[in-house]
């Protein structure tokens, strides 16, 4: 038999010590969780809330040894306990409001003075990154994902108007509606708005700290292409749906094959940054080369 992964022993030791406060959370925050599997992320707006989640939950977990090694003997008490009792006010006021986002700020912030209490803030500083992951979970008040995404939605529109029409399809434009041929598509906040940005940039910046790059010029680069990256991967998944209506019926566009559209924009997305990152990687590599070669 194998050695157990360290993460995984880790969290064993910890069991005994954290399943008071587990059971604490699955009191107050189940409830909560099943709202959003059931209402919030089962809309194609919020879809992303279970990757976000779980990715952040991994993290943490991989993460946890290096929380054990990083435990101060002085918690930071009096911050951990502000956080905490600033979380459960949210929740209070989250819950009976039916405020989805104060549920979900509140479950982050008392994970996170949780490990203030228990672990002090060297340790908390070591697992920041899923905490700050995990607020691409929380949904945008509505007023403001509709100002920031109708002029997305219209770029967008304009570009696959135009990319279309280069190559000779049959299209026009009517602000964010697409007719092509005889069909007529609107293109919804889900195919180009704010949420869709958000979350490939959740997506960039979880590769950019699973890979841990020492450039900061590779990481800086890498983190600001991701808004190019995600306007052209909704440009091409609007196409593909044109594409699908104009070929087969708007039946066939609004159904399966919709949903499908969506799994391009993210395998597109996650093909640009990665060659992306392949381009900026040999771009370090050569100037790297030519420094060295400038000192010898």
């Not at 059931?38 to 194609?44: F, G, K, L, M, S």
């Not at 991989?62 to 918690?75: D, F, G, I, Y």
């Not at 594409?243 to 566009?253: R, S």
Request: glycine share 6%; hydrophobic share 55%.
């Amino acid at each position: 038999m194998g050695q157990p992964l360290p993460w995984l022993a880790s969290v064993r030791r910890a069991v005994p010590d954290l399943w008071p406060v587990v059971l604490g959370f699955a009191v107050m925050y189940l409830p909560t969780f099943y709202d959003l599997f059931t209402i919030t992320w089962a809309t194609e707006e919020q879809a992303h809330g279970p990757i976000i989640f779980g990715l952040s939950l991994w993290l943490l977990i991989r993460q946890w040894p290096a929380v054990l090694a990083a435990t101060e003997e002085r918690p930071a008490h009096g911050a951990g306990w502000s956080a905490a009792l600033f979380a459960l006010l949210l929740y209070v006021v989250g819950r009976s409001q039916s405020i989805t986002a104060f549920e979900l700020l509140s479950f982050i912030i008392l994970l996170a003075a949780i490990v203030l209490l228990k672990r002090g803030s060297r340790a908390l500083a070591m697992v920041w990154f899923p905490f700050f992951f995990m607020l691409f979970m929380v949904p945008l008040p509505g007023p403001l994902v509709s100002t920031l995404t109708l002029p997305m939605k219209m770029a967008v529109s304009y570009v696959t108007e135009n990319l279309l029409y280069l190559v000779g399809y049959p299209i026009a434009r009517s602000g964010v509606i697409l007719q092509i041929g005889q069909y007529q598509l609107l293109v919804a906040d889900a195919c180009a708005g704010l949420q869709t940005l958000l979350t490939l940039e959740a997506l960039g910046l979880f590769y950019l700290n699973v890979v841990r790059h020492t450039s900061a010029f590779r990481n800086v680069a890498l983190a600001l292409l991701i808004i190019p990256i995600s306007f052209t991967a909704n440009v091409i998944r609007v196409i593909v749906l044109c594409l699908i209506t104009y070929y087969f019926g708007d039946a066939v566009g609004q159904g399966f094959l919709h949903g499908f559209a969506g799994m391009v924009l993210f395998i597109t997305a996650l093909t640009l940054i990665l060659s992306l990152d392949t381009l900026l990687q040999w771009i370090v590599r050569r100037r790297v080369a030519a420094s060295n070669r400038g000192t010898v």
